[in-house]
């Protein structure tokens, strides 16, 4: 069913196209724009057998505005935090599924997929895990019993699942987490295994920031993919988190990384996709980071496997960059106040708009 484009995004599209210049606005081709049916960036990517999504969180659905946006623009959804472990095992033994349920919910509602994020992580780890000394075999009863509660409960709901999220540090090697510190490497085979055995047919990914080109880190993920592959461990795709900085170059080798992963027999996906900036966003700024965007999204097309693309949260009034960067923002193809910025407009040329 095709959607109507809201006219905020009507009065953004026709700066953004001025902006950009070279594209005809005359005020037939406005009026044409205001009253034609515009497919929304989950039916463009449909097209090409992909999803388009967005990460979320439990504060931000109070506004109304967001949320007709999320829900119309999206054909999946990612919890920014409610799935993590501090936020559902907030005691050791007590489960709190309700602010993931919430997300879960709302997706049902607008008929979005859900991405499970995330069930072992260094970060956003409950006090009463991290407060004390656990060994081994007691850590491995905590870490099964968490992921495959976790993964049961979402069984059906959610049809992927990051389960190991940022375990190699920048050169490949394993990052020191309290997992790997007391269980070894081998604590990932394991997890993978049992939330495998929680849902069989939910799909497992590893998923980090950094491997979108080809280097040390994501060299480690393809050497790690391919020997779990071997053991015929449970794994099924590969999360490029893909949080892009400016000033630190585009990943030029995006597509051939994807396709390395593909011929282990891997999915792929983007799937917390920002381009940062530091401030002030200028003009030039915004226009780079628009063929960034377009750039990501075409290699995804260009690779059967990558399955889709995630924003990490859509719009720039709820990115996460402002408070983890400072001085840095402006990541998000809408700025704060849910207006569309070139970036939007450069994912809907991208994904084959016409
Ligand atoms: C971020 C959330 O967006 C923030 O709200 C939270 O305070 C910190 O975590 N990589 C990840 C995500 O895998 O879980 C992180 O999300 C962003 C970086």
């Known amino acids: 069913m095709p959607r109507t484009r809201t006219r905020l995004a009507l009065a953004g599209a026709v700066a953004a196209a001025l902006l950009l210049g070279g594209i005809a606005t005359g005020p037939a081709a406005q009026a044409d ?43 999946q959804i990612t919890p920014g935090n409610g799935m993590k472990w501090y936020a559902t095992e907030p005691q050791q033994g007590v489960f709190d ?7 879960v919910d709302l997706a049902r509602a607008n008929r979005q997929k859900v991405r499970g994020h995330t069930l072992v992580w260094h970060s956003q780890l409950p006090e009463w895990l991290t407060a004390r000394e656990w060994t081994a075999p007691e850590l491995r009863a905590v870490l099964k019993k968490h992921v495959q509660t976790v993964v049961r409960h979402y069984r059906g709901k959610v ?22 510190r007391t269980l070894g490497p081998g604590y990932i085979a394991d997890t993978l295994r049992w939330a495998h055995q929680a849902d069989p047919h939910v799909k497992l990914y590893l998923n980090d920031y950094n491997i979108e080109g080809i280097g040390p880190k994501s060299d480690a993920y393809h050497r790690l993919a391919k020997e779990l592959k071997a053991q015929r461990v449970p794994l099924h795709g590969i999360g490029l988190q893909a949080h892009l900085a400016l000033q630190y170059g585009y990943p030029a080798t995006l597509e051939d990384n994807l396709r390395r992963f593909a011929r282990l027999g891997l999915d792929t996906a983007l799937t917390e996709v ?15 980071q628009a063929e960034w965007y377009r750039d990501l999204t075409a290699a995804c097309l260009a690779v059967r496997r990558c399955v889709g693309i995630t924003l990490w949260d859509y719009t720039d009034r709820y990115s996460w960059i402002p408070g983890f960067f400072p001085g840095e923002g402006a990541a998000l193809p809408w700025d704060e106040d849910l207006r569309p910025k070139p970036a939007y407009f450069a994912l809907r040329g991208a994904l084959g708009e016409n």
């Open 274 to 288: 920002d381009v940062r900036m530091q401030l002030p966003a200028t003009e030039e700024k915004l226009a780079l």
């Open 97 to 103: 599924f309700s602010q993931g349920d919430e997300i």
């Open 33 to 75: 724009e205001r009253h034609g049916e515009e497919r929304t960036l989950a039916e463009l990517a449909q097209r090409h057998g992909r999803y388009f999504g967005s990460a979320t969180d439990n504060p931000e659905l109070v506004d109304a505005p967001y949320t007709a946006l999320l829900g119309s623009e999206f054909d």
């Open 159 to 180: 049809f992927a699942w990051d389960v190991v999220n940022e375990a190699f540090n920048e050169d490949g090697t394993y990052r020191e987490t309290i997992f790997y």
